[in-house]
């Protein structure tokens, strides 16, 4: 990735971080969770459930995102290796 690229992406990311931040205030009706301080993850099979529900792609749009980012072939393939690698 070439740091023009890099550059981009890090610039994606920050503008992707404000919109979802103004999101969250607004109260999108497509978020169903309200955010609790103090929030706890004890029951982790439980989140791992929610985390992982494929329905999330329907609200997170990860294919349009990826597309947005205008990557190479590669690079894309590297990014899908890291999210499964992750997981």
Same mark, same amino acid.
């Given at each position: 990735?070439?740091?023009?690229?890099?550059?981009?992406?890090v610039?994606?990311l920050?503008?992707?971080a404000? *919109?979802?931040?103004?999101?969250?205030q607004?109260?999108?009706p497509q978020?169903?969770h309200?955010? +609790?301080?103090?929030?706890?993850?004890?029951? *982790? +099979?439980?989140?791992?459930?929610?985390?992982?529900?494929?329905?999330?792609?329907?609200?997170?749009k990860?294919?349009?995102?990826?597309? *947005?980012?205008?990557?190479?072939?590669? +690079?894309?393939n +590297?990014? *899908?290796?890291r999210?499964?690698?992750?997981?």
């Amino acid at each position: 990735m070439t740091c023009t690229t890099t550059s981009g992406v890090v610039g994606l990311l920050l503008f992707l971080a404000s *919109a979802s931040a103004a999101i969250c205030q607004t109260g999108s009706p497509q978020m169903k969770h309200e955010h +609790e301080p103090g929030h706890s993850f004890g029951n *982790a +099979e439980t989140w791992a459930k929610e985390f992982d529900n494929p329905a999330r792609d329907v609200w997170q749009k990860p294919d349009e995102i990826l597309d *947005a980012l205008q990557l190479a072939p590669t +690079e894309r393939n +590297e990014v *899908a290796t890291r999210q499964s690698s992750a997981a």
